[in-house]
Nanobody, 114 residues
Framework: QVQLVESGGGLVQPGGSLRLSCAAS????????MGWYRQAPGKQRELVAT???????DYSNSVKGRFAISRDNAKKTAYLQMNNLKPLDTAVYSC????????WGQGTQVTVSS
């Protein structure tokens, strides 16, 4: 069964950290570019970070220097380490895999609030 399952979301105070995980199954994970997207209420979905099959990374300007994307091909899992979180980071974070076809996870809620 082809699927992506995110975990690690939750409620955190401003300045705090969270680590999101995206576990893949049913695909040749190492071939896929992995990405994290987010969608806040009333806003369009935006790209947060990507990591290619060779490990090259890219970030949106809004998270550069605070977030880090990584992958473990042996575990078929991608990660998003989020540090110095801000209320504007509040959103549903979704994992995306792309290689020939595109696959989405169901999303995990991240809420940054005091």
């Amino acid at each position: 069964q082809v699927q992506l399952v995110e975990s690690g979301g939750g409620l955190v105070q401003p300045g705090g950290s969270l680590r999101l995980s995206c576990a893949a199954s049913g695909i040749s994970f190492r071939l896929y570019r992995m990405g994290w997207y987010r969608q806040a209420p009333g806003k369009q979905r935006e790209l947060v970070a990507t990591i290619t099959s060779s490990g090259s990374v890219d970030y949106s300007n809004s998270v550069k220097g605070r977030f880090a994307i990584s992958r473990d091909n042996a575990k078929k899992t991608a990660y998003l380490q989020m540090n110095n979180l801000k209320p504007l980071d509040t959103a549903v974070y979704s994992c995306n895999a792309y290689w020939v076809r595109e696959i989405w996870g169901q999303g995990t809620q991240v809420t940054v609030s005091s």
